[in-house]
């Protein structure tokens, strides 16, 4: 598994290092990460993964909305 720091990991995903870590801290991106005492290192066959459900979610939500 590739490990990134958070700078990489939300340059991945398209978010700015603040907003990043609110996901971290509230749980959206559990399972994405570990934690190395403070640091926080995450994985990028995961978040990658994570990235393909949530445009999977996003993409589902905007198509029922448009079937109504």
Not at 6 to 27: N, S, W
Not at 33 to 44: A, D, E, N, S, T
Request: charged residues 30%.
């Amino acid at each position: 598994m590739t490990k990134l720091l958070p700078e990489e990991a939300f340059q991945i995903i398209g978010c700015k290092y603040d907003y990043g870590m609110r996901l971290v801290r509230t749980g959206k991106l559990d399972g994405t990460f570990y934690r190395l005492g403070r640091r926080v290192i995450f994985m990028k066959e995961k978040l990658e993964l994570w990235q393909e459900n949530q445009l999977g979610t996003h993409q589902d939500k905007a198509g029922l909305s448009m079937a109504r």
